[in-house]
């Protein structure tokens, strides 16, 4: 079955610096990939959706990346700044409107 | 701007309980979900609801959870007889589409089960 996986570990950055958020799925390549970002006790807020043949996509200081050929998402903050500290999620819909989310990636960015 | 509430924040009951926690998603919204997070873990999928009926269920929701759309505003969740283990924040989202577009989550219940 298709699992999708993200690195458990917090990500600890500096202000001004660029994060980068990884998401790697097995099996097969979904149509799309979701970003989502999630505060503590909030339920998750959508940020950005990219789709299978895209390579790239942009909202103002995020980026994501699809890569089908390693299995890959990155998802970057550039200029990162101590309000982007949160937990961030990356998901996929499966079957007809059914959906997994990954366990998220805490970023803490310090001041 | 619109967005998803949901009632009541905090409920508490005891174990066998039957509890019915509440959305009402954004109105022009036709797809509506429900998904469970236990504290530090992963939001997981319960359910889709589409046309007045559910679209896709995980393995999760079992004979003691129901949805309802009792009238074209609320959509509701059922857990017939709760147990420890359902404690859990419960998330209600909606979209316009399916899920190629971009969900809208509520601020979640959180289900304590004594």
């Known amino acids: 079955s298709q699992k999708i996986e993200q690195n458990s570990e917090a990500l600890n950055i500096q202000e001004g610096k660029t994060a980068t958020l990884t998401c790697n799925y097995t099996?097969?390549?979904?149509?799309?990939l979701q970003w989502y970002r999630q505060d503590p006790g909030r339920g998750p807020v959508f940020l950005l959706l990219i789709r299978e043949n895209e390579k790239e996509k942009r909202k103002e200081r995020l980026k994501v990346t699809f890569d089908t050929t390693l299995k890959q998402s990155l998802f970057h903050i550039t200029a990162s700044q101590p309000a982007d500290s949160a937990t961030y999620l990356c998901a996929y819909e499966d079957n007809f409107n059914k959906f997994y989310f990954g366990s998220g990636t805490k970023l803490n960015v310090k001041p | 701007e619109p967005e998803v509430t949901q009632t009541p924040s905090h409920q508490v009951t005891q174990m066998g309980q039957e509890v019915i926690l509440r959305c009402v998603p954004i109105s022009n919204h036709l797809y509506f979900y429900w998904y469970r997070q236990i504290l530090g873990q992963k939001v997981e999928f319960l359910v889709s609801?589409?046309?007045?009926?559910?679209?896709?269920k995980s393995e999760i929701f079992d004979d003691q959870f129901s949805v309802e759309r009792p009238d074209g505003s609320n959509f509701t969740l059922k857990i017939r007889s709760t147990k420890l283990e359902d404690s859990a924040m419960y998330f209600c989202a909606s979209s316009d589409s399916t899920g190629s577009y971009e969900q809208y989550f509520g601020p979640g219940t959180r289900l304590t089960v004594t």
């Open positions: 609801f589409y046309n007045n009926e559910i679209s896709e």
């Open positions: 099996n097969y390549s979904p149509a799309y």
